[in-house]
């Protein structure tokens, strides 16, 4: 099973987003938030949803998602 050590290349992984790891399903070095957009190295990557199979690149990024409206009443 390759995990978050096991990537290779440089361009846009492919993941499955598991209970507590992730596995590499297709080579690369990074994969993209849900939310933002933006760049997550697979070394640096922390937050996803493995119902949703998606990355998210910060602790604000998971809860835009999956608290919406709670996010807009704070801005």
């Known amino acids: 099973m ?3 050590f096991g990537s290779s290349g ?3 992984a492919k993941v499955q987003y598991l209970d507590g790891d992730f596995r590499v399903t297709s080579p ?3 994969v993209h938030c849900a939310i933002s957009g933006e760049r997550i190295p697979l070394e640096e990557l922390k ?3 493995v ?3 998606e990355a998210y ?5 998971v ?3 999956h608290f919406p409206d709670a ?4 801005g």
Not at 57 to 61: F, R, S
Not at 71 to 74: A, D, F, L, P, T
Request: glycine letters at 8%; hydrophobic letters at 20%; zero cysteines.
């Open 2 to 4: 390759l995990n978050k």
């Open 10 to 12: 440089h361009g846009e």
């Open 28 to 30: 690369g070095s990074y």
């Open 47 to 49: 937050y996803w949803s």
């Open 51 to 53: 119902d949703r199979q």
């Open 57 to 61: 690149a910060t602790p604000q990024t």
């Open 63 to 65: 809860l835009q998602r």
């Open 71 to 74: 996010m807009k009443s704070e």
